[in-house]
């Protein structure tokens, strides 16, 4: 992609993110009403989101809007890779797609193979992964398990970036990406998950973190799935509660 056409990308992006956020500010202040609000945000959302696939594609890390973010300790980190690893291989053991031999993937580049590879690499690899998951896109770029955890990665991946400017714009793509998910299956439990988690314990936002955390729980995961974020379920129900009790 020469380099003309990359800022292009860039810069569209970062109005699209822009956007964004007038459009929360306008709905907050009652400018805009529901519906009109929810169409837009749903079409800056995937607009954004299929930009920041198309300019990772092209090998430069996307760099959009800024929000705040929370650090967290390490330990908190291990136990959100276990999960996520959790929610993959529950979703996987004893599944063998077309493509897939009794030894493992055939490697012939197909939308299955690649997945399978991205599988087998759980959170061990982060950087193989979102390459494995954008070969996916670029075949079908509304593969709901590509998308899912292309954007949870690109989260996982701020958590990599000693400089934190660079580790905010990272994450910020993370949920837009998960984001555009839920807008295509509303009813896949992963991305949601995902969701919720990010905003506990990346942002600490438990009011945002509730209702994603909830529909991943309704929509029915796997059993091992739902024991792993039931925990946490209740965790981000005592944090609500906990915020929106007054103080004696």
């Not at 958590?159 to 009813?187: K, M, S």
């Amino acid at each position: 992609m020469g380099e003309n056409r990359l800022a292009q990308l860039e810069e569209e992006r970062d109005f699209l993110l822009s956007s964004l956020s007038d459009l929360e500010h306008e709905f907050s202040a009652g400018d805009i009403d529901e519906g009109d609000y929810f169409s837009l945000r749903d079409s800056y959302t995937a607009r954004a989101a299929a930009l920041i696939r198309d300019i990772a594609a092209a090998g430069t890390p996307p760099v959009p809007a800024r929000m705040s973010w929370k650090p967290f300790a390490w330990g908190f980190l291990v136990v959100i890779i276990a999960l996520a690893a959790g929610v993959t291989i529950a979703r996987t053991t004893g599944e063998r797609l077309a493509g897939q031999g009794m030894n493992g993937p055939i490697e012939d580049g197909s939308v299955s193979s690649l997945l399978v590879q991205a599988r087998s690499q759980g959170m061990s690899n982060i950087s193989t992964g979102l390459d494995l998951y954008s070969r996916v896109l670029a075949i079908e770029p509304e593969n709901i398990e590509a998308l899912t955890y292309f954007g949870w990665l690109t989260v996982l991946s701020s958590t990599q970036e000693d400089d934190t400017a660079v580790a905010v714009d990272r994450l910020q793509n993370g949920l837009l990406l998960l984001r555009q998910a839920t807008i295509i299956d509303d009813d896949y439990p992963d991305a949601h998950c995902f969701l919720g988690i990010t905003f506990f314990r990346f942002l600490d936002d438990a009011q945002a973190a509730q209702p994603e955390m909830r529909a991943c729980l309704e929509a029915n995961p796997p059993a091992a799935v739902a024991s792993m974020v039931a925990g946490l379920s209740d965790q981000i129900d005592a944090a609500v509660t906990e915020s929106s009790t007054p103080s004696p």
